[in-house]
């Protein structure tokens, strides 16, 4: 398939392990961008790739949290020392344009349930 | 800065008509609306942008009034295939990254 790829689909850890999430984009797309869905809420933006450039990370809820996107099209959400509150679904989305003006195609997300 | 959706939910029979309102405190560039099913990926429905240009689905429609900083999605003649939570999302200038989105309004259509 075509589209925007995400794993692992779900994933377990127990508080204060590291999680690295993936996100493979859609063949070409400039610009990739993460989010945190809680249960029952909007996803909430981490942040925003234009190519391998970090624009903009001001959604990112501490230090603990890293991405990166090092040639400019897979992505990966680090999350170190997790704790219960970043119990979530990170969704990973891409589009072909500079910016989020145009339709992005998201992922299934990715699962992560901190015990 | 989170836009604010109303209602929360919505019941509806087949063929029935729904309004789905979006409203922010803050100066918009565009309005973006997305359906997501239980367990899926959010889809993209809409996107209007400032100066009223529009690009979207066949059988949804929005508006978008700048003054108000309010959008609301028309659904007509619903399917049961509409069933799912709309969420709009907001971006405030053309320079950012950042797409903001509501908490989402539940759509139930009953057959």
């Known amino acids: 398939g075509a589209g925007v790829s995400q794993s692992p689909r779900y994933k377990v850890a127990k508080r204060g392990q590291d999680v690295a999430l993936r996100c493979d984009p859609i063949?070409?797309?400039?610009?990739l961008f993460w989010y945190q869905q809680a249960l029952g809420q909007g996803p909430e933006f981490l942040t925003y790739?234009?190519?391998?450039?970090?624009?903009?990370k001001s959604g990112l809820p501490s230090d603990r949290f890293f991405a990166e996107r090092p040639e400019g099209s897979v992505s990966t959400l680090k999350i170190q020392r997790t704790q219960q509150e970043d119990s979530a679904v990170y969704l990973c989305?891409?589009?072909?344009?500079?910016?989020?003006?145009?339709?992005?195609?998201f992922g299934e997300g990715s699962r992560l349930t901190v015990l | 800065q989170q836009p604010v959706q109303s209602p929360q939910a919505v019941i509806l029979r087949e063929g029935e008509d729904a309004v789905i309102n979006c409203s922010s405190s803050?100066?918009?560039?565009?309005v973006h609306w997305y359906r997501q099913k239980h367990g899926e990926a959010p889809v993209f429905l809409m996107i209007?942008?400032?100066?009223?240009e529009q690009k979207g689905h066949e059988k949804i429609s929005a508006s978008f009034n700048e003054k108000k900083q309010q959008s609301s999605l028309y659904l007509t003649a619903s399917q049961l295939s509409y069933s799912g939570t709309y969420f709009c999302?907001?971006?405030?200038?053309?320079?950012?990254?950042?797409?903001?989105f509501g908490q989402g309004t539940t759509l139930q259509v009953k057959p």
């Open positions: 989305a891409s589009s072909p344009r500079q910016g989020p003006t145009g339709e992005l195609f």
């Open positions: 063949s070409g797309h400039v610009s």
């Open positions: 790739f234009q190519n391998e450039a970090q624009l903009d």
């Open positions: 803050k100066a918009l560039y565009s």
């Open positions: 209007l942008l400032k100066g009223g």
């Open positions: 999302g907001t971006e405030e200038s053309s320079n950012t990254g950042k797409l903001i």
